[in-house]
C-alpha cells in the first residue's frame, strides 16, 4: 500500500526554523502534484505550500510567503517543506499530501478535496 510519512515537526520558539521532510513509499508520486496542509484546533485544513512534480509552478499562502520553501527531491521521492521565521500563528499540525489526478508541469491545486493520499500528520509547535 502507498503512503506518505512526514517528519521534522516540533517545538521551537518564535522566529525559529523547522524543515519538514514527506517520504513518500514509492516513485509514483514523482510525477504528481504534492503539497503541504495544516490543521490547528478549531480550524479546517488550509494549504500552506503545493507544487508541481517538475516545480514549474507552486502556491504559497499568504501568510508564509518570503518564510516557507516548499521543494523536492523526486530521485529520494522526498518533499520537504523548509520554515523559517516561525510565527506563534504558525502552530499546526502538519501535513504532506499529493494529487494524484495532476500530473500536469503548472496546475496547482490547492483545495483538499483535491489530495487523494495523505500522511499521518507532524505537530509543530510555535512558542511565544
Known amino acids: 500500500q502507498v503512503h506518505l510519512v512526514e517528519s521534522g515537526g516540533g517545538l521551537v520558539q518564535a522566529g525559529g526554523s523547522l524543515r519538514l521532510s514527506c517520504a513518500a513509499s514509492?516513485?509514483?508520486?514523482?510525477?504528481?502534484?504534492m503539497g503541504w496542509f495544516r490543521q490547528a484546533p478549531g480550524k479546517e485544513r488550509e494549504s500552506v505550500a503545493t507544487?508541481?512534480?517538475?516545480?514549474?509552478?507552486?502556491y504559497y499562502l499568504d501568510s508564509v510567503k518570503g518564510r516557507f520553501t516548499i521543494s523536492r527531491d523526486n530521485a529520494k521521492n522526498t518533499l520537504y517543506l523548509q520554515m523559517n521565521n516561525l510565527k506563534p500563528e504558525d502552530t499546526a499540525v502538519y501535513y504532506c499530501?499529493?494529487?494524484?489526478?495532476?500530473?500536469?508541469?503548472?496546475?496547482?491545486?490547492?483545495?483538499?478535496?483535491?489530495?487523494?493520499?495523505w500522511g499521518q500528520g507532524t505537530q509543530v509547535t510555535v512558542s511565544s
Open positions: 499530501a499529493a494529487a494524484t489526478n495532476y500530473g500536469g508541469r503548472y496546475s496547482v491545486p490547492t483545495q483538499p478535496r483535491a489530495y487523494d493520499y
Open positions: 507544487m508541481t512534480w517538475s516545480g514549474d509552478s507552486n
Open positions: 514509492d516513485d509514483s508520486f514523482s510525477r504528481v502534484v
